[in-house]
């Protein structure tokens, strides 16, 4: 079966960094997305990453290994305004995608 | 404002009763999707279209059926609502082509007491 994995929920310190992974397993892989997505709000785009290695956008990273199944997306320079719920999604051979549930970052002061 | 539209925004529905949710996009993608999304679930995938006339099953399609008659509309419809459907519905749709991201809809928030 398919399946993605991310932690359900992180806590982090204003002005910090934080670490958010999240490991696949789907039948063919045309791509990783992240997604954020405030409370009560739709999902919107945060990154793509399709090929190995790090793409990096502003204040926020991710990080694609296709061979472990694995990518992190990186937050740096906590803001408030951060808390959200972070989305991991894959798209499969299907052009599909196979979402995570999501992982809830709170930014403390 | 280039984007896509969900009406309507919350709903609160008898078991038993239909109720057809609608989504419209103007950015001309020919794909569109229909989510739902649950607490602790992440989103399923109800239905999606990948071209005018052409409709799909996704994860959970039971209890639902989509129509795509042109580009722009994509109507979710829930032909006798069950409490087990209460849920957030997102509509989104792509171009279609890897490396594309999904827009997402504001979301129809449904209520089956």
């Known amino acids: 079966g398919q399946n993605i994995d991310q932690p359900t929920e992180m806590t982090a310190t204003e002005g910090a960094i934080v670490q958010i992974n999240c490991t696949y397993q789907t039948s063919g892989f045309n791509g990783l997305f992240w997604y954020q997505q405030h409370a009560g709000e739709a999902p919107t785009f945060l990154s793509y990453n399709v090929l190995d290695g790090l793409e990096e956008k502003g204040r926020f990273s991710s990080f694609l290994s296709r061979s472990k199944g694995y990518s992190y997306l990186l937050l740096k320079e906590l803001q408030m305004k951060d808390s959200a719920s972070y989305l991991c999604?894959?798209?499969?051979?299907?052009?599909?995608?196979?979402w995570g549930a999501g992982t809830k970052l709170i930014i403390k002061p | 404002i280039a984007g896509i539209t969900q009406a309507p925004t919350s709903q609160i529905l008898a078991a038993g009763r239909r109720m057809t949710l609608r989504c419209t996009q103007d950015?001309?993608?020919?794909?569109m999707y229909w989510y739902r999304q649950d607490l602790g679930l992440g989103l399923r995938l109800i239905h999606y279209?990948?071209?005018?006339?052409?409709?799909g099953k996704g994860e959970v399609p039971d209890g639902y059926s989509v129509s795509r008659a042109n580009t722009d509309d994509f109507p979710l419809t829930l032909a006798s609502a069950v409490p087990s459907q209460t849920s957030v519905y997102f509509c989104?749709?792509?171009?279609?082509?890897?490396?594309?991201?999904?827009?997402f809809g504001q979301g129809t928030r449904l209520t089956v007491v």
């Open positions: 989104a749709s792509s171009d279609g082509t890897g490396g594309t991201e999904a827009f």
């Open positions: 999604a894959v798209m499969d051979s299907n052009y599909q995608l196979i």
């Open positions: 950015m001309r993608h020919n794909a």
């Open positions: 279209s990948n071209t005018a006339g052409t409709t």
